[in-house]
Structure formats: structure tokens, C-alpha cells
């Protein structure tokens, strides 16, 4: 079944402190793995895509890691800032046209 | 450029009526397509299209109905609203749906079906 899974479901840190967010996957044919980022009340926004041969790749404070052996990957978030709270989700493509959606990991950033 | 542009922003409705959920984008994308974003659950394709004149069912199309007459516009009908309707619902687009294209959403419409 194709699936895509994300740990924590929620996370709560402090303002400036690292965190990392989990997504492990079942969906087969792999074409990517993508990370949104979803503020309360708004769509989701792309953070990175990365395919097969990509092992990693930031977008600022953000840095996304995909080891396809093992079908994980994960969102680092270094220096945390208030605006980082949001949901995280976890997106794969399918063959080149479906998107498998995590149910994404809440974090809130506390000052 | 306002990207994909949903309307309403809210909507409250009883069960058995209809309404539209519209949906635009000014990127000249030809792909378009409608998720439901239920909680506790990952969001879900309802409807999709790869170009005008064209649309497909998705994961949970029924009780939904789509046309694509333009490029620019993809309206969400609901033909008699249930509450098991009642969610928040995101149009998409993107330039194709080849490989690495990057999808972009819309604002989101919540839905409350009483």
C-alpha cells in the first residue's frame, strides 16, 4: 500500500533551537519527495523536491535529507524563529503524476 | 502574478444544497486539481485535470462534479452537500505533471456542511 508516515505528530520547542521531522514511505514507483510547509489557515507551500539521486537539500534554514535505500527522509530546521510554526508535510510522487500526502508533524515554536 | 486563487474563503451549508467552489490560476498551468484536507488524514485528490476540456476522477470524486472550459479556471461543484462534505478543500496547480514540477495551492475553502 502506498503510504507515507511523518514523526512526531507534533513537536513544541523553543525559539533558536534545532529540530528534525521524520517521513518514512511505502510508495513505489518513487519519482520525488517533497516538503510543504502549511501556516494555520493557508495552503501548503513547497520547501524543497528532491529526486532519487538526491541525497540533500536546503532552502534556508531548511534542509531536507532523502535516503531512497530506505525509503526516510527528514526536515531539519535549524535556529527555529516564531514564524516556523506550521505544519510540515511529507509529499511523494507516484509514477509522475500522484501525490501520496503525509499527515504532516505540527510544530510550534515558543519564545 | 496572484498564483491560484480559491473562492469563497468559508461557506456554510445545509445538507442537500449545491454550491460552487471556484477556482483560478494566472500561470497559464495545465495542470489543475482538488484535494480535500480531512484532520487526522494526509490531504486526498478529488478531481484533477491536465488541460482544458480535460478532467479525471481522483481518490474521492464522489458527490463532487469538475468542468475545465479554460486553462485559467477549475470550479468545484457540489451537487447536494452531506456532512461527511464538511472539510477543507485546496485547488493545485502546475505547470505539468511531469517529474519535479512544483505544485502550488491555493488559500483553501472551509467547507461546514449542518
Known amino acids: 500500500k502506498n503510504q507515507v508516515e511523518q514523526s512526531p505528530q507534533s513537536l513544541i520547542i523553543l525559539e533558536g533551537k534545532n529540530c528534525t521531522l521524520q517521513?518514512?514511505?511505502?510508495?513505489?514507483?518513487?519519482?520525488?519527495l517533497r516538503w510543504y510547509k502549511q501556516d494555520t489557515g493557508r495552503g501548503p507551500v513547497s520547501l524543497t523536491i528532491?529526486?532519487?539521486?538526491?541525497n540533500t537539500k536546503s532552502n534556508g534554514r531548511y534542509t531536507a535529507t532523502l535516503d531512497a535505500d530506505t525509503k526516510q527522509s527528514s526536515l531539519h530546521i535549524t535556529a527555529s524563529q516564531l514564524s516556523d510554526s506550521a505544519s510540515y508535510i511529507c509529499?511523494?510522487?507516484?509514477?509522475?503524476?500522484?501525490?501520496?500526502f503525509g499527515t504532516g508533524t505540527r510544530l510550534q515554536v515558543f519564545p | 502574478n496572484a498564483g491560484v486563487t480559491q473562492t469563497p474563503k468559508f461557506q456554510v451549508l445545509k445538507t442537500g444544497q449545491s454550491m460552487t467552489l471556484q477556482c483560478a490560476q494566472d500561470?497559464?498551468?495545465?495542470?489543475m486539481s482538488w484535494y480535500r484536507q480531512d484532520p487526522g488524514m494526509g490531504l486526498r485528490l478529488i478531481h484533477y485535470s491536465v488541460g482544458a476540456g480535460i478532467t479525471d476522477q481522483g481518490e474521492v470524486p464522489n458527490g463532487y462534479n469538475v468542468s475545465r472550459s479554460t486553462t485559467e479556471d477549475f470550479p468545484l461543484r457540489l451537487l447536494s452537500a452531506a456532512p461527511s462534505q464538511t472539510s477543507v478543500y485546496f485547488c493545485a496547480s502546475s505547470y505539468s505533471t511531469e517529474g519535479n514540477t512544483e505544485a502550488f495551492f491555493g488559500q483553501g475553502t472551509r467547507l461546514t456542511v449542518v
Open positions: 517521513c518514512n514511505y511505502t510508495v513505489s514507483p518513487f519519482s520525488n
Open positions: 500561470m497559464n498551468h495545465e495542470y
Open positions: 528532491m529526486t532519487f539521486s538526491e
Open positions: 509529499v511523494v510522487m507516484r509514477n509522475t503524476d500522484k501525490l501520496i
